[in-house]
Nanobody
């Protein structure tokens, strides 16, 4: 199992920026894919972005392409989600997830609220 701790959420005005962090521990990470999901009130959890720990693969949902950037710091075992030009519809709890050979681990989530 991988332990995940998110940070960096908060309240921001539309058009603003936030950077989320997810610190991982507990296993080696070369074969793990890390992702950010979000869940807005009354909606299902949806994937936002993914990055493969061991190579350069990245994925972005269409709704965030060009605005969000996922990155990783191997030395710190941490991934980031840089969010720019935020919109009210980005308001949600953002969760970090790690997918490995033993299944998926989740972080506790961090709230992002974008005011109009």
């Amino acid at each position: 199992q991988v332990q995940l701790v998110e940070s960096g959420g908060g309240l921001v005005q539309a058009g603003g920026s936030l950077r989320l962090s997810c610190a991982a521990s507990g296993r080696t990470f070369s074969r793990i894919t890390m992702s950010w999901f979000r869940q807005a009130p009354g909606k299902e959890r949806e994937i936002v972005s993914s990055i493969a720990w061991g190579d350069v693969y990245t994925y972005y949902a269409d709704s965030v392409k060009g605005r969000f950037t996922i990155s990783k710091d191997n030395a710190k075992n941490t991934i980031y989600l840089q969010m720019t030009n935020l919109k009210p519809e980005d308001t949600a709890i953002y969760y970090c997830a790690a997918d490995g050979t033993t299944g998926r681990s989740w972080g506790q989530g961090t709230q992002v609220t974008v005011s109009s």
